[in-house]
């Protein structure tokens, strides 16, 4: 049997309670724990906090940058652009999570620490080379595609808000199209 749309519509939902309805959408926050139950729960977090407590150096530095990586995935993905968030910042969070200086870490990478210091400052452009030894520096946890992303993000904006290069570049364009979008 095919029930029509009308039939749907036509459903007489008077007949239930408005508990009876939220009943039945609606699941409930704060369910009802027995006591055995409550306890287990209670041991479950006790011992989680216990792991948490008990990490090495080696599991804590990779759960940053784990948090690390998600954060710079999510910025990309994100269409908001926030200058705050530039490549030289995550670069930054990049070695201070791993609890370095920056001079041993730009030793790490085989460049000059006033190298990097341009770099995290953004007072610099960092190189494809550069790039790929950060992907390589973190054993593929942080792709190059990442960080190019990031670099990407920023051009972006720097070629959509540049009005001044744009008044000084329409200088050499003539003969522009005559319809507009």
Do not use: C
Not at 112 to 133: C, G, M, W
Request: no cysteine.
């Amino acid at each position: 049997m095919k029930t029509n749309r009308k039939e749907i519509k036509e459903t007489d939902f008077s007949k239930f309670t408005g508990e009876e309805l939220a009943d039945a959408f609606v699941f409930p926050a704060d369910q009802v724990l027995n006591a055995k139950e409550k306890k287990d729960e209670e041991d479950f977090w006790a011992v989680r906090r216990k792991q948490f407590d008990n990490r090495t150096h080696s599991q804590k530095m990779y759960s940053r940058l784990l948090q690390l990586k998600f954060q710079l995935e999510d910025y990309i993905d994100s269409s908001q652009y926030l200058e705050a968030l530039s490549f030289g910042f995550f670069l930054n969070e990049y070695v201070n999570r791993q609890d370095k200086k920056d001079k041993d870490f730009a030793v790490e990478v085989d460049v000059k620490p006033a190298v990097l210091s341009q770099y995290i400052n953004n007072h610099r452009k960092p190189t494809d080379e550069f790039i790929i030894r950060l992907e390589l520096h973190s054993n593929g946890l942080i792709p190059a595609i990442h960080w190019f992303k990031v670099i990407q993000k920023n051009r972006e904006h720097e070629i959509m808000t540049n009005q001044k290069l744009r008044e000084e570049e329409s200088k050499h364009v003539k003969n522009r199209l005559g319809f507009a979008y």
